[in-house]
C-alpha cells in the first residue's frame, strides 16, 4: 500500500525565516494535497497539486509537485508565528477511496 | 461556509463499553471519511463510505468497528468493545470527490479516552 513520508519530522525557525518541507510517497503520485493542523483541531486544506511540475502559491506558502520523483515539498517564504503547526501531505489513488496523509512535520516559529 | 460537525468533542469510557462517534457531513458532499490520531502520531484512515456502503477500510478497521449512515445527514462511527489502544482523536472528513480533485473537509474532532 502506498506510504506517505514526510521530512523534517519537526522544525523551529526563527521568525522570518524560510523553511522547506518535503513529502515522498512510495508509489506513483496522481495528485498530491497539503493541509495545516492546528494541534488538537481539524486538518484545513492548503493547495492541491495534479500535474507534474505545478507550482501553486498561497500567500507565503508554494507548493510543488515533482511527479519523477514522486516527491513534493512545501515552502514558507518569511515566516511568522501564524504558520506554526502540523502540515500533512495527502493522496488518493484513481479509482480506489482510501485517502491517506504524511507522517507530518510540526512547524514551530519564534518570534 | 459550510463546516463538518462532530459529537461529541470529547467522550470518557470505561473499556469493553461500546461507543458512537457522530459527524454531520456537507450537505452536498457524497463521500465520508473516518480517520484516527493517537497522540502525538500520524493521521491514519479507517473508512471511506459512498452510496450507503463501505469503499474502502484500513486494516485498522476491524469487526469492532462500524460506519453507519443512519438518515440523510448523520454519519456515525460505532466502536462496540472499546480497548486501551482506541483512545485517540476521531476525525470524520466529507468531499464531493470531484475526480482529480478530491479536497477533503475535516471536522474539528472528537477525543475519545478510555480508562
Known amino acids: 500500500s502506498q506510504e506517505l513520508e514526510q521530512s523534517p519530522q519537526s522544525l523551529i525557525v526563527q521568525e522570518g525565516k524560510n523553511l522547506t518541507i518535503n513529502c515522498t510517497s512510495s508509489?506513483?503520485?496522481?495528485?498530491l494535497y497539503w493541509y495545516k493542523q492546528k494541534y488538537g483541531e481539524g486538518l484545513i486544506f492548503l493547495m492541491m497539486l495534479q500535474k507534474g511540475g505545478e507550482e501553486k502559491s498561497h500567500e507565503k506558502i508554494t507548493a510543488k509537485l515533482d511527479e519523477k520523483k514522486q516527491q513534493s515539498s512545501l515552502h514558507i517564504t518569511a515566516s511568522q508565528p501564524s504558520h506554526a503547526g502540523i502540515y500533512l501531505c495527502?493522496?488518493?489513488?484513481?479509482?480506489?477511496?482510501?485517502?491517506?496523509f504524511g507522517t507530518g512535520t510540526r512547524l514551530k516559529v519564534l518570534a | 461556509e459550510p463546516e463538518v460537525t462532530q459529537t461529541p468533542s470529547h467522550q470518557v469510557t470505561q473499556m469493553g463499553q461500546e461507543v458512537i462517534l457522530r459527524c454531520v457531513p456537507i450537505?452536498?458532499?457524497?463521500?465520508f471519511y473516518w480517520y484516527r490520531q493517537i497522540l502525538g502520531q500520524k493521521v491514519e484512515f479507517l473508512v471511506s463510505?459512498?452510496?450507503?456502503?463501505?469503499?474502502?477500510k484500513s486494516e485498522i478497521f476491524d469487526d469492532q468497528f462500524s460506519v453507519e449512515r443512519p438518515d440523510g445527514s448523520n454519519f456515525t462511527l460505532k466502536i462496540r468493545s472499546t480497548k486501551l489502544e482506541d483512545s485517540a482523536m476521531y476525525f470524520c472528513a466529507s468531499s464531493e470527490n470531484r475526480a482529480g480533485a478530491n479536497v477533503l473537509t475535516f471536522g474539528a474532532g472528537s477525543r475519545l479516552t478510555v480508562l
Open positions: 463510505f459512498y452510496n450507503n456502503e463501505i469503499s474502502e
Open positions: 508509489k506513483t503520485l496522481y495528485g
Open positions: 495527502g493522496a488518493d489513488r484513481p479509482g480506489t477511496y482510501k485517502y491517506i
Open positions: 450537505s452536498n458532499h457524497l463521500y
